[in-house]
């Protein structure tokens, strides 16, 4: 752990790259595990796509309020740490996660990738509804427009802002962090290509993973290594 931690101490511009496994020891369901929602529910990625949204809202609202909200969810000593490391001005996190966690953590430079739950438009007049509101109808009181989460649905692409900045941040790294992803759904695992050739890369799992970029593998749960890992 002391070489790990001289590296963070030493880094200026760190890059937190993560994924849904740091969001299940908040009491979150992962997708893609043994026990993720798209292995108990087969068409969990059609009900998650733009064309269910639109051929059948009511049941894509009742999907996402049944599914995706887990209001008793709390930020764990992961996002904890990788938030105070960002109120520092040392860290960049980009996330795959759109549970809103990062935000509640006090997060700075953080980009949602994907999104975030907590985001709600009307798709009628574009303006923001509050996530309350969405969970009691769907519905816009003002218009009666349809409301959904700003989050990225399948056949829909990322935004164009969201890809600008992680390029960015990606080429000024010094220090990439891998936590909770496999880095293997696109396009949030071809960032790797675009890190600054001199980072070091981090990848921290309980399972070997396989990156197409030179990076040290550290076996260990993230919770136990973020919670020994100091911030300064």
């Not at 969990?44 to 009511?58: C, G, Q």
């Amino acid at each position: 752990m002391v070489e790990e931690q001289t590296l963070f101490d030493d880094a200026q511009h760190i890059v937190f790259l993560t994924g849904a496994g740091v969001s299940t020891h908040s009491g979150i369901p992962d997708f893609r595990s043994d026990k993720g929602l798209y292995t108990k529910n087969k068409n969990a990625e059609y009900y998650l796509s733009h064309r269910y949204f639109a051929a059948d809202p009511e049941g894509f609202y009742q999907f996402c309020k049944q599914n995706l909200y887990i209001p008793d969810a709390k930020p764990n000593v992961i996002h904890k740490k990788q938030a105070a490391f960002t109120k520092l001005g040392k860290a960049t996190v980009i996330t795959q996660n759109i549970d809103n966690l990062y935000e509640e953590a006090g997060t700075k430079n953080l980009i949602d990738f994907h999104g975030n739950l907590y985001n709600v438009y009307c798709t009628k007049c574009h303006e923001k509804v509050d996530v309350k509101d969405y969970l009691h109808s769907r519905f816009h009181e003002k218009d009666h427009g349809e409301l959904r989460p700003d989050i990225v649905l399948y056949d829909e692409g990322i935004k164009q802002s969201n890809i600008t900045r992680s390029l960015n941040a990606m080429a000024n790294a010094d220090l990439v962090v891998i936590v909770g992803t496999s880095m293997k759904v696109y396009p949030f695992a071809g960032l790797l290509q675009y890190a600054n050739p001199s980072a070091k890369v981090l990848a921290i799992n309980e399972e070997q993973l396989h990156l197409p970029v030179k990076f040290t593998m550290i076996k260990d749960d993230a919770l136990k290594f973020f919670d020994e890992l100091e911030v300064r």
